[in-house]
């Protein structure tokens, strides 16, 4: 079992910049991948950045160039560093987990965390 915790959204003006953190914590060794999702009023979830263990980075092409996800792994925590912030991506922001390691075995078991919202004003 994972428990995710994010922080770091809120209420910013256009063209300004958001840090969000994810901690994880449970009974596990380690995590495949670590990324955000964003989900906005009427609209599906989407992936906006994704981070793997090897150092492998996905992002998706509309916030390519103004976010950057990064991951500390002594702390089991993930980063979302968002930049030049547009009214389009006000959203529901979404910690997620794929993968958990421990000492004996590897589970494809996937894990969201509760969501923290970041309102962009113009």
């Known amino acids: 079992q994972v428990q995710l915790v994010e922080s770091g959204g809120g209420l910013v003006q256009a063209g300004g910049s958001l840090r969000l953190s994810c901690a994880a914590s449970?009974?596990?060794?380690?995590?495949?991948?670590m990324g955000w999702y964003r989900q906005a009023p009427g609209k599906q979830r989407d992936l906006v950045a994704t981070s793997n263990t090897g150092g492998m980075t996905n992002y998706a092409e509309s916030v390519k160039g103004r976010f950057t996800i990064s991951r500390d792994n002594a702390k089991n925590t993930v980063y979302l560093e968002m930049n030049s912030l547009k009214p389009e991506d006000t959203a529901v922001y979404y910690c997620?987990?794929?993968?958990?390691?421990?000492?004996?075995?590897?589970?494809?078991?996937?894990?969201w965390g509760q969501g923290t919202q970041v309102t962009v004003s113009s």
């Open positions: 997620n987990v794929h993968g958990l390691r421990s000492r004996f075995s590897y589970s494809e078991s996937v894990w």
């Open positions: 449970g009974g596990f060794f380690s995590i495949n991948t």
